[in-house]
């Protein structure tokens, strides 16, 4: 059971209690991603991210790591295109601390100049890694050209030229604007009560000022066609994807089954037909990005330089063949049992919990029972996922970005 508590502020606490484990998964969520970013804010998300494990008013940068590593807990945090995400894990008498680390964080960063000019080198850096990895920034590259200018299409790490552009002052317009009461959820999953947890975010949260920036979040079209980037590397990395659906559509779950039928694993069929059969990709399959409006569907894998045109027909034909109908009823079945027990067995851990359920908190507002979720993956039809194929993969409505040696 989910207990969910509302602060004076608009900050939303929930707590998952779980008196089977010695330990708590904790998040604090702001709903703030690149997709909420100006056009001179590309990369200032992330940028934030970074910067607030760089030492508050009260803790260093040291200090905010052993108090949480140092008492043997795990310490991370991740920025996407619609949130961001400060989460830690820790036994069960580090709770009040761990949570008070993380509230720190958010509420008293120094945001302090030398800092970020620091670190400013390591994100540039880290651009640079991702550049340097052609299977990675392959992925970046097809949603930049799929949907252009569109927030969905920005980069989540930014550009050179925006990433050092930034000083202190960019950085508290922007957590005046996003990181505010109503944007922000706690949640929290393990071995803990939640009237004592409510008082503990009270007293760390009270303080964070009540509002939010309301944006109007329109769903990105699709720029279909080719994009093959020259590289001095061995393979052919490439993205083959289209338009999806988001997560308010009907077709959500429909989506998801048919991904799963296509590119879900050993079993699925491009990884079968591309991988087992032929022995043209050690790494091929698919997945989809629903996001609160819009979302992608993309086929990934890496080939050699020769067989790329034959891969390319290979994985029309496995799309052309879900749209000709051709699902059996048993495939269907087995897709969707594979569904729901890598779900079940993923919420086994309390990381996976908290994050479900603060996920559902901001997008919907509401607990969404897993029973609810297992039931609407069950009751996808083999006529469901025909339709959305011929919708959505027709080779005219394909875009295809490729890094290789071309």
């Not at 269907?332 to 779900?343: A, F, H, S, T, V």
């Amino acid at each position: 059971m989910v207990h969910k508590f509302t602060l004076s502020n608009g900050v939303r606490v929930l707590v998952e209690p779980n008196e089977n484990v010695m330990s708590a998964a904790i998040g604090l969520w702001c709903k703030s991603g690149s997709r909420h970013e100006h056009d001179n804010e590309a990369g200032i998300t992330h940028f934030i991210e970074h910067m607030l494990f760089k030492g508050t008013t009260t803790r260093t940068a040291k200090q905010i790591a052993e108090e949480i590593e140092g008492q043997g807990g795990v310490l991370n945090a991740f920025t996407d295109k619609e949130q961001t995400c400060y989460y830690c894990r820790v036994l069960v008498d580090e709770i009040p601390r761990a949570t008070g680390v993380l509230a720190d964080m958010m509420l008293n960063s120094l945001l302090d100049g030398e800092e970020i000019t620091r670190e400013c080198g390591v994100i540039v850096e880290e651009i640079k890694r991702g550049e340097d990895e052609p299977g990675d920034h392959v992925h970046e590259l097809h949603l930049s050209g799929l949907w252009g200018t569109h927030p969905l299409g920005k980069p989540i790490i930014g550009t050179r030229e925006s990433v050092t552009s930034f000083g202190p002052a960019n950085f508290r317009t922007y957590m005046e604007r996003r990181y505010r009461g109503s944007n922000v959820v706690l949640a929290i999953a393990g071995r803990v009560d939640p009237a004592a947890f409510r008082d503990l975010a009270e007293s760390l949260l009270g303080g964070l000022a009540s509002g939010g920036d309301d944006v109007i979040e329109t769903a990105p079209v699709g720029s279909f066609g080719q994009n093959l980037i020259t590289d001095d590397c061995e393979q052919v990395h490439f993205c083959i994807g289209t338009d999806g659906v988001g997560l308010f559509d009907d077709d959500l779950y429909t989506q998801s089954v048919t991904d799963s039928i296509l590119g879900g694993g050993m079993s699925s069929r491009l990884f079968q037909e591309i991988r087992e059969k032929r022995g043209l990709a050690y790494s091929v399959g698919s997945y989809c990005l629903p996001y609160s409006s819009g979302g992608a569907f993309t086929v990934y894998g890496g080939t050699n330089k020769e067989s790329w045109p034959l891969v390319q027909e290979l994985a029309q034909a496995e799309l052309d063949k879900v749209a000709r109908a051709e699902v059996q009823v048993e495939e269907l079945d087995r897709i969707k049992r594979q569904i729901c027990g890598n779900m079940v067995l993923a919420l086994e851990g309390m990381n996976s919990r908290m994050m479900r359920m603060a996920r559902n908190e901001i997008h919907h507002q509401r607990e969404i029972p897993l029973e609810e979720t297992l039931g609407k993956i069950n009751a996808v039809t083999v006529d469901q996922v025909v339709e959305y194929a011929k919708k959505r993969f027709a080779a005219s409505n394909m875009r295809t970005t490729a890094i290789g040696p071309f």
